[in-house]
Nanobody
Framework: QVQLVESGGGLVQAGGSLRLSCTASRTIYSINRMGWYRQFLGKQRELVATITTRGSTNYAESVKGRFTISRDNVTSTFYLRMNSLKPEDTAVYYC????????????WGQGTQVTVSS
């Protein structure tokens, strides 16, 4: 059973930066895309950023230009670099890996808290 583990969350002042990391306990084959999602208190999980195996990226409009998703194929780790953080970025951030197709299977981390103070 593959598990994803996030790290790098914490408390930061507005305008600051954090880098989140996600590592799989085992190699995941046939990956379609990797990504980050976040869940605001009392809200449903929403997309932050995704990256395909070819390196194509997609970002939520609210984070575009501030956040960067990247991956390291050697260490099987992917990242979310967050710059110019705002209080409204405060949420639990989850990493995600989509494997295969027809059907796809989603792996999720347990989440890491990001809190941005004003």
């Amino acid at each position: 059973q593959v598990q994803l583990v996030e790290s790098g969350g914490g408390l930061v002042q507005a305008g600051g930066s954090l880098r989140l990391s996600c590592t799989a306990s085992r190699t995941i084959y046939s990956i379609n895309r990797m990504g980050w999602y976040r869940q605001f208190l009392g809200k449903q999980r929403e997309l932050v950023a995704t990256i395909t195996t070819r390196g194509s990226t997609n970002y939520a409009e609210s984070v575009k230009g501030r956040f960067t998703i990247s991956r390291d194929n050697v260490t099987s780790t992917f990242y979310l670099r967050m710059n110019s953080l705002k209080p409204e970025d405060t949420a639990v951030y989850y990493c995600n890996v989509v494997q295969g197709a027809f059907p796809e299977y989603n792996y999720w981390g347990q989440g890491t808290q990001v809190t941005v103070s004003s």
